[in-house]
């Protein structure tokens, strides 16, 4: 299982939304390049990135911090946000990107997902966002009227190396992870699910991994963390010490 930190671009500095709102941003760092540092000197193992105005205006617009974390820090990173054309994808792997992560394509262009997963294996996740049952589209600033299992299983057999589930009613906001909601999509579908949206402490990462132990296929492959990180709710050595001894698990794996 691994723990993700998250940093959300937006306007070059690294944000923290509530519910994906752009208009309630907390700015936790001017420079996105030394919080990857940071992180990596924590000791995790991927980073999570988002170009948050690229996920509204549909084409990267925070490229440069991204360009900077991608050349100062030598975690893995996978980032969404604005992905929706090949060109763009192919440039993102070709800059070093590990996983880049398709949303709004996912339904609305749902081809273009397929031939993104056949180009760059293993290299392809969904970043499903869930607004009252249904994926939400455009920086979340719509809902479509498919659920997020429809399109899971679209893309079951595509090659797809995860899915980031995300509960946006939670997201920023601390209330916890949507626990329930996470096992069973990861029960429900063959790729593996990362839990997003909520994560407030390390009960809530205690409760994903026991959760998941006790899940038929124990499909989930980690959380993604934000605010509470930044808050000093969650103290990353003690997260990843909990991880590690998960059993049969070794943080970062």
């Known amino acids: 299982m691994i723990l993700y ?75 969404g946000g604005g992905i929706r054309t090949m060109a763009v994808a192919s440039h993102w792997i070709e800059k070093g990107v590990a996983r880049i992560i398709l949303g709004t394509a996912a339904v609305n262009d749902p081809d273009f997902v397929d031939e993104a997963a056949r180009a760059f294996p293993g290299k392809v996740a969904l970043g499903l966002d869930a607004k009252d049952g249904k994926v939400a589209v455009e920086g979340w600033a719509e809902a479509s009227q498919l659920s997020v299992l429809d399109v899971a299983r679209r893309f079951e057999d595509k090659g797809i190396a995860a899915i980031i589930y995300t509960d946006i009613a939670r997201d920023g906001i601390l209330t916890g992870l949507n626990i329930e909601a996470t096992v069973a ?17 390390i009960e809530d990462i205690k409760a994903l991994i026991s959760a998941d132990l006790a899940s038929k296929r124990k499909g989930i492959n980690g959380a993604i963390s934000g605010r509470a990180l930044y808050d ?22």
């Open 5 to 79: 930190p998250a940093i959300d671009l937006k306007d070059g500095a690294c944000v923290r939304l509530i519910k994906g709102d752009m208009d309630q941003a907390t700015v936790f760092n001017d420079d996105p390049a030394a919080q990857a540092q940071e992180f990596e000197r924590q000791g995790f193992s991927w980073l999570h990135l988002v170009d948050l105005n690229g996920a509204f205006e549909g084409e990267p617009v925070n490229a440069a911090p991204v360009e900077a974390i991608l050349k100062s820090c030598s975690l893995p990173v996978q980032l």
């Open 185 to 201: 999509l990861a029960e429900a579908v063959d790729i593996p699910v990362i839990a997003s949206g909520g994560l407030a402490s």
């Open 232 to 253: 000093g709710r969650i103290d990353p050595a003690a997260a990843l010490a909990l991880i590690k001894a998960k059993p049969g698990g070794v943080a970062g794996a």
